[in-house]
């Protein structure tokens, strides 16, 4: 007996790649529903090589749902994940509403896999933000073996993190440019075709954007609350993929050929090393793959234990959907949910 599945934000960037994901990595699901906004009502989506219909989530009932994939925004979650995991229906969330909460484990499986036992305070299981995500992955092994005591990060983050309308508005502007129309823009605060952008979400009060704040609590809750973390995001006009380029200083000695082999053996890692032109991985090439790739590993001269990297993740993957499916498929190794179906 398998798993009755639903996906909230079926028609979206995320929702899509988890319908897809769900389909390549054989998830024992019976019955996959894709759930969407009432505007959205009689959309097809694709499930492997079954074409499902949208349902509208303000009629559905979740009490013969196994799991919820929620990638619908903060708004809709914060009404209905709740309202979700009382049905007795696990919610695996991927807006930043619950990230924080207290009494949601915040989980990524190759990092903290223990923490998410206590999911049954409110049933629902909070997916981190996208840099996070891969940023954790990599720095998990590192902190393992060497302490981590300080982190600087900048990141260079794929417009599709700002959803579809992010990715229309990239692909809008460069035709325009190249065929010298005017350059409009609605999602971006300024031009992103060509351009950099120094803001990612909502200026906060010391100077920080929100999606900055959420890198630094939420490596902390994840990893280690001891863990300073300062972090400058950045948009680019990249369509899928993020990048980082971190700085790390650890609380024992560490050579780049040390981290480089702890990277080799950790999970959810690929290391691509070489010190030669093209040796390293570009948001290109990992676009559409599930790992989280580490390159340019050398030590940082300028503070004590000191060492730079770079790393690589398709954020529509990793960042979110792929993320969400494995927590799914962590309550199922470590037997802490069973087909309700099957159950009664």
Request: net charge negative; glycine share 8%; charged share 25%.
């Amino acid at each position: 007996m398998g798993y009755k599945v639903a996906v909230v934000g079926a028609t979206g960037n995320v929702g899509r790649e988890m319908l897809d994901i769900l389909a390549e990595r054989k998830f024992p699901a019976d019955e996959v529903v894709a759930l969407a906004s009432s505007r959205s009502i009689g959309t097809e989506v694709s499930y492997g090589d079954k074409i499902l219909t949208c349902k509208v989530l303000d009629n559905y009932d979740f009490s013969g749902t196994d799991i919820c994939l929620m990638s619908a925004g903060g708004d809709v979650s914060k009404v209905w994940s709740p309202k979700i995991g009382a049905q007795g229906c696990v919610v695996i969330d991927n807006s930043s509403v619950w990230r924080m909460d207290q009494e949601v484990p915040l989980i990524v499986p190759e990092v903290n896999p223990g923490a998410i036992d206590g999911f049954r305070k409110k049933n629902i299981i909070a997916n981190p933000n996208c840099s996070t995500a891969q940023l954790v992955v990599a720095l998990k092994p590192l902190h393992d073996a060497f302490g981590i005591k300080r982190v600087v990060v900048s990141t260079y983050q794929s417009v599709s993190g700002a959803g579809k309308e992010g990715m229309d508005e990239l692909f809008a502007q460069t035709r325009a440019v190249f065929v010298s129309d005017s350059v409009e823009g609605k999602k971006f605060p300024k031009r992103i075709a060509f351009n950099l952008i120094p803001q990612i979400d909502v200026f906060m009060e010391d100077g920080f954007t929100k999606e900055e704040w959420k890198m630094m609590v939420e490596t902390k809750k994840i990893l280690d609350p001891k863990i300073r973390l300062t972090a400058t995001c950045v948009r680019v006009p990249v369509f899928i993929s993020h990048s980082e380029s971190v700085n790390v200083e650890f609380e024992k000695p560490v050579t780049a050929d040390e981290a480089r082999e702890i990277l080799r053996e950790a999970p959810g890692v690929l290391v691509i090393d070489k010190h030669e032109p093209g040796g390293y991985i570009t948001p290109h090439e990992a676009a559409g793959e599930d790992a989280t790739y580490i390159s340019r590993i050398r030590e940082d001269a300028t503070v004590e234990n000191g060492l730079a990297f770079w790393c690589v993740s398709d954020n529509l993957r990793k960042g979110a959907a792929l993320n969400a499916i494995q927590i799914a498929e962590l309550l199922i190794s470590r037997k802490l949910i069973a087909p309700r179906k099957a159950a009664a």
